[in-house]
């Protein structure tokens, strides 16, 4: 398993994890460790590609837009 250090933690909240640990009967570490997995657990699954992050956020989105009239195409030059 790895580990890691958390620097620069407020004092503040050290004392509410520290807190939180003891109503759960449970050192500091292992109160951190249940947090970070209740927190990574419950994020909602990416999606998997780019297409379908863009029609995500604009479900449920509608505008109506006024199109200008496309002209007709112009004949191409002829080079000969």
């Known amino acids: 398993m790895a580990s890691m250090i958390i620097r620069n933690l407020d004092d503040a909240l050290k004392a509410r994890l520290r807190i939180r640990a003891a ?16 927190a990574l657990s419950a994020s909602a699954p990416k999606p998997q ?7 995500g956020r604009l479900k449920g989105v509608s505008a109506d837009l ?5 002209e007709a195409v112009r ?5 000969q």
Request: hydrophobic share 35%.
């Open 66 to 70: 006024d199109l200008p009239l496309r």
């Open 49 to 55: 590609n780019l297409a379908q992050s863009i029609l």
């Open 23 to 38: 109503e759960h009967n449970r050192s500091m570490e292992d109160e951190a460790r249940d947090i970070l997995r209740a």
């Open 75 to 79: 004949t191409p030059p002829d080079f």
